[in-house]
């Protein structure tokens, strides 16, 4: 070893040791006769002090650049009171090298890795091995082998056995598209990239293992938006002879625990609260809220029906609804404050927002005139508003209300400062539908996945109402993400094939693409339940990052695409000959155009 102490581990009782260092030239400051260098290895950072007693690596030092690698050998010493740095971890010693061996050099990197500086994203993508160097970038990867060893070692004391399974298998569908690859050996033949390892551990529980987990890649081929990855990383686990109590208690504590150890704020609340799907959607609109801040929808359609304003009275009279968000003391909120909030409102469907600022004396609205005392009375009530708060409102369909008001209050979170950084506010929700109706397909689909079972009490729905067949489903939040989800299994072929059915899947099509399981559920099935728990999404709200790049090693661009290693890339034609594959006129068109903006000349650059 070139080294035999870590810089950033050095502390006043190393005093005296002389220590062998090597890592990377972090900052230097020459000051003629003395020169700094801060020397940062993967433990942290030590200050150098090359001083002109030790001639021998002055001209070393002289030399030494951002970002060269070195390795040194000297005495560490006791820094005096007042140049002590309370700053660093290590700022009450320094090393003062007795020799300097220059490893090697490095060009000037294209951003400072030794300031915080804010970067290009596609630049720091590309030059991921740099942007890694920064230790506030490194420090979420630190962060993230924290928590994952964390996960291995309480799973594996609570019986769990870690299994892998293969990332060559057919399609399991999570509701997105897959990932395929082709296979050489059988041309004309693919294999999917899982979606999840669903099938897989269910087969597991069939196996009789009972306790699996497995820290997993899953690939979903879905067009990007903020925080969607193409791959990504979820905690699969799967037990046998459980109930919902069992799987969300274990994971409860799982999760307590994590957040206890690492997280950035203070858990909200335990036992976290546990929501009702159909409840939630009436009192936040969405099925995941922030549960950091109230700002919850109250029905004002009652005190409405019959009024005389048109707006109201169209959307009552039409099955909508009226409701508001009753916004303590900010009656007086700024004009420009409340277009904007209508401009979110539109967003979300809705045609306006309408707002009242309850005064002393009178009402601050351009509605007002339009109700009634009583009506107004009624509103009062129905939402709590006293003097000095301030009530938007929204009337449509139920759908859209929901929609625009969950947008209004998302925008109200940041907009009055309510998504308190320093809270981790954990969830359940549960009493999911089973089924969603697809109009355009004229068919069911599974609300969440097609293997989740359902409440015994409803199974009579399904032949009359599928669409009020209750899931035993359950899905964790974390401040207004969804953190993970998972379900108590359907374990007989018969209730499998009959939930497959109303989402229109023949015997034939069934048997192609769940032939396996339905077959492996016939052998003995247990009862069975589990979670997928996404790891990138738990560490951003351990850490409170808002990236979802922040916390992997080498992600890709929010449009899909790797600049690091250039990927995804046309391939040889002979590649192509070998799988038995050849392009279509689309991706050659694509090919051909990709290809032409690459030779374009840069702007300027042209006479
Ligand atoms: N397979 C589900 C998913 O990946 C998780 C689960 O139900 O266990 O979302």
């Known amino acids: 070893m070139l080294k035999d102490s870590s810089c950033g581990e050095l502390r006043r009782a190393d005093a005296g040791r002389t220590v062998r260092l090597a890592g990377w030239v972090h900052r230097r400051r020459d000051h003629g006769g003395l020169v700094f260098i801060d020397l940062r290895d993967s433990t942290g950072i030590v200050q150098l ?16 650049r951002p970002e060269w690698v070195i390795a040194v050998a000297g005495p560490v010493s006791e820094r005096s009171a007042e140049t002590v740095n309370p700053n660093m971890d ?3 010693v320094e090393v003062f090298p007795a020799s300097c061996e220059v490893l090697n050099t490095s060009l000037t990197p294209p951003f400072f890795i ?5 970067v290009d994203e596609y630049l720091r993508l590309k030059y991921r091995y740099l942007d890694l160097r920064r230790p506030e970038v490194a420090r979420m990867i630190r962060l993230r082998h924290d928590v994952v060893r964390f996960i291995r070692e309480f799973l594996s004391s609570r019986r769990f056995m870690e299994i892998e399974t293969p990332t060559l298998i057919k399609s399991t569908p999570e509701g997105a598209r897959d990932f395929l690859v082709p296979s050489r050996l059988q041309p004309g033949h693919f294999f999917a990239l899982p979606q999840s390892p669903q099938i897989m551990k269910e087969l597991l529980m069939v196996a009789g293992f009972e306790r699996y987990f497995q820290i997993a890649r899953c690939y979903r081929d879905e067009d990007f938006r903020a925080n969607r ?17 069992d799987v969300m208690g274990l994971v409860e504590e799982l999760y307590t625990e994590i957040a206890r150890e690492f997280g950035q704020g203070e858990l909200a609340a335990t036992p976290f609260p546990r929501l009702d799907y159909y409840d939630c959607i009436e009192r936040y609109g969405i099925d995941r809220p922030d549960l950091r801040y109230g ?12 009024t005389g304003f048109k707006v109201f009275a169209g959307a009552l009279e039409s099955g909508g609804q009226v409701k508001a968000i009753c916004v303590p003391g900010q009656a007086e909120m700024t004009r420009r404050d409340l277009d904007e909030l209508t401009e979110v409102a539109k967003g979300g469907g809705a045609k306006g927002l309408a707002w009242i600022g309850i005064l002393q004396d009178e009402l601050r609205s351009p509605i007002a005139k339009f109700l009634s005392e009583v009506e107004v009375q009624g509103i009062r009530s129905a939402t709590g508003a006293g ?7 929204v009337a449509d369909t139920p759908g859209v209300v929901a929609d625009s008001l969950h947008l209004v209050r998302d925008d109200l979170g940041d907009r009055l400062k309510l998504k308190d950084p320093a809270v981790l506010s954990f969830a359940w929700v549960t009493g999911f539908p089973l089924l969603e109706w697809r109009p355009e397909e004229g068919r069911w689909d599974a609300a969440h996945n097609p293997f989740s079972s359902y409440r015994p009490e409803d199974e009579p729905l399904l032949d009359t109402d599928p ?8 899905d964790l939040t974390l401040n207004g993400t969804e953190v993970g989800g998972g379900s108590i299994r359907i374990n007989t072929r018969e209730a499998q094939e009959k939930v497959l059915a109303l989402m229109g899947y023949t015997p034939a099509d069934m048997e192609e693409r769940f032939g396996v399981l339905l077959e492996a559920l016939e052998y003995g099935a247990p009862p069975m339940g589990g979670v997928g728990a996404g790891i990138e999404r738990l560490l951003m709200g351990l850490s409170g990052t808002s ?30 000959a070998e799988l038995g594959l050849e392009l279509g006129p689309k991706a050659r068109a694509a090919i051909a155009a990709a290809s032409e903006q690459e030779n374009e000349p840069a702007t300027g650059a042209t006479e």
């Open 114 to 118: 030794n300031e915080p500086a804010e």
């Open 49 to 64: 002090v090359f001083s002109p007693d030790q001639a021998s690596v002055m001209d070393t030092a002289h030399r030494l």
């Open 229 to 245: 990855v193409a791959e990504h990383t979820q905690l699969d686990l799967e037990m046998s002879f459980v109930d919902e109590d």
């Open 90 to 92: 290590t700022g009450e």
């Open 467 to 474: 669409g009020k067949v209750i899931a035993r489903q359950y």
């Open 387 to 393: 003097v000095g708060d301030l009530l938007l409102i």
């Open 547 to 576: 990236n979802i790049r922040d916390v992997i090693a080498f992600p890709k661009t929010s449009a899909g695409s790797d600049p690091l290693m250039g990927s995804p890339s046309p391939v040889d034609p002979e590649q192509l």
């Open 295 to 306: 700002l919850e929808f109250a029905d004002i359609s009652e005190p409405l029906r019959g």
